[in-house]
């Protein structure tokens, strides 16, 4: 079964701070990785997109991706408390005409100002 | 404006009934899909559609159907079938890049939600 596992949290953090937010995946055929944000009541947004080993930065969020051990993560720095949400992790597994999206659980994230 | 729209923002179904939620996008996407999200959890895909007239069963297909007669258009049926089904349903909608490698991004937008509640 294919799976996408994230710490359910609440993880909490002081205004400024690094947020780091994590997700493993169970396939080894997963090819990309999405990071959303979803606001309470709202409909999740697409923060961050990554499908090759190593850092990708984007403002204040870094995806890390280490495909060997089946992770990926999210960095946020300077972390406000309008970031506070819910961040899913999301995987495409295979290619070609396959679009389907797996995702986690989420993880709750509060700023703390 | 471009987007993606659900209507109704609310919806509330007695027992045995059927209901239909709307989903409508003018972004000229090939791919729609249906998820459903319950209280703490992740997003769990019902149905998705990559072309007219063709859709594909998600993990959780039971006790749902659609249609996918318009580009523009892919309607949710829950039917009297589902025995659970208040949630929030989530619609959305990609790009299908027929020439696309392996690491393709296909960035899905969402629709502002439904909140479906059994009376």
């Known amino acids: 079964q294919k799976e996408v596992e994230q710490n359910s949290g609440p993880l909490s953090v002081p205004e400024g701070a690094i947020a780091s937010l994590n997700c493993t995946y169970s396939?080894?055929?997963?090819?990309?990785f999405f990071w959303y944000r979803q606001y309470s009541g709202k409909s999740p947004e697409l923060i961050m997109f990554?499908?090759?080993?190593g850092d990708k930065e984007d403002g204040r969020f870094t995806a890390q991706l280490n495909k060997a051990s089946q992770y990926v993560s999210l960095l946020i720095r300077d972390s406000q408390p309008s970031d506070s949400a819910t961040y899913l992790c999301?995987?495409?597994?295979?290619?070609?005409?396959?679009?389907?999206?797996?995702f986690g659980k989420g993880t709750l994230l509060t700023v703390n100002p | 404006d471009g987007g993606i729209t659900q209507s109704p923002k609310y919806l509330f179904r007695k027992e045995g009934q059927n209901v239909t939620l709307s989903c409508e996008q003018n972004?000229?996407?090939?791919?729609m899909y249906w998820y459903r999200q319950d209280p703490g959890q992740g997003l769990r895909l019902i149905y998705y559609?990559?072309?007219?007239?063709?859709?594909q069963k998600g993990d959780i297909a039971e006790g749902y159907s659609v249609s996918r007669e318009k580009k523009e258009s892919f309607p949710l049926t829950v039917t009297s079938a589902q025995k659970n089904p208040t949630a929030f349903y989530l619609c959305?909608?990609?790009?299908?890049?027929?020439?696309?490698?392996?690491?393709?991004?296909?960035?899905?937008?969402f629709g502002p939600g439904t909140r479906l509640t059994v009376l």
């Open positions: 959305a909608s990609s790009v299908v890049d027929r020439t696309t490698t392996l690491y393709s991004y296909n960035e899905q937008f």
């Open positions: 396939d080894r055929g997963s090819q990309s």
């Open positions: 990554i499908y090759s080993n």
């Open positions: 999301a995987v495409r597994i295979g290619g070609g005409s396959n679009y389907k999206l797996t």
């Open positions: 972004l000229n996407h090939d791919a």
């Open positions: 559609s990559q072309i007219v007239n063709d859709f």
